[in-house]
């Protein structure tokens, strides 16, 4: 892989599986099914010799080469040094916060109203794992995962005709996803990176807190959580990838 690159190298592992035709073994009296021959003790057939298990490893081997990332291909990342420090400051330009609706509060139900939407803690983001350079028909490309443990979230604030107030709020205890980045700029000060998109990878613990309402409205948005996860995840993906989305693009205007 290109020099200077401050990513860890992946072990690329093929396998090669051959199979025999049915019938084919009564067609051709030289042709014998593994079945009928005599095996070693690792499963390589008594008659393969050593010469031939090394042609094996020698193909395995060219071809693991082959899938492996070439500074001779269209894409040449020998210029380019990307280290956990960059994606450290690009995630630090991220807005802490990101408000999405009306302004002022809207009625949701008779008596109860709710405010603006408010994401906060992209910028609190965490990288996980290595880098990975690639490259999409001649772009030169990275990639690496971030993750949130809780940090992320998404609230409203809301009020009651009788007075009562406080806020709802939408976490996750893990979201993970792999980020994609353009290399679109490089020189002796540095490297420019921009936003491509944004992949799911897994999330867990979905949960909807209630602050400042009564046990029992309380209750009723923990059994909303429990019996309606796929719903609440649902809502807290979009959020956070149309989140994402609008702050790599603020980044970059």
């Known amino acids: 892989m290109g020099g200077g ?3 860890s190298s992946g072990l ?4 090669v599986s051959v199979e025999e035709q049915s019938g084919c073994g009564s067609c051709n009296p030289s042709i014998n099914s593994t079945r009928g021959r005599e095996l070693h003790s690792d499963g390589l057939p008594a008659d393969m010799g050593l010469p031939k298990v090394l042609a094996v490893v020698a193909f395995l081997a060219s071809s693991c080469a082959a899938m492996l990332y070439r500074t ?5 990342f020998t210029d380019v040094t990307i280290d956990d ?3 450290s400051r ?4 991220l807005p802490e916060g990101s408000g999405s609706g009306p302004q002022g509060f809207h009625t949701l139900l008779p008596g109860f109203e709710v405010g603006r939407q408010i994401f906060e803690g992209l910028s609190k ?6 880098t990975i350079p690639f490259c999409a ?3 030169r490309m990275v990639q690496a995962d971030f993750f949130s443990d809780g940090d992320a979230h998404f609230w409203s604030p809301w009020k009651t005709c009788s007075g009562d107030e406080g806020r709802v709020t939408v976490r996750a205890g893990l979201t993970r996803f792999t980020l994609q980045f353009r290399v679109v700029e490089s020189s002796a000060s540095g490297i420019k990176l921009e936003f491509d998109r944004a992949l799911p990878v897994t999330t867990q613990s979905v949960r909807i807190e209630v602050e400042g309402a009564g046990r029992v409205v309380r209750g009723v948005f923990e059994v909303l959580s429990a019996l309606l996860p796929s719903f609440v995840e649902e809502l807290w993906m979009g959020q956070i990838f149309l989140n994402i989305n609008k702050g790599f ?3 970059n205007e």
């Open 5 to 7: 690159l401050g990513a």
């Open 12 to 15: 690329v592992a093929g396998f």
């Open 72 to 76: 001779d291909s269209p894409c040449d």
């Open 85 to 87: 420090e960059v994606f």
């Open 90 to 93: 690009l995630i630090a330009r």
């Open 125 to 130: 983001l965490k990288k996980f794992g290595p």
């Open 137 to 139: 028909k001649g772009t």
């Open 249 to 251: 693009r603020s980044i």
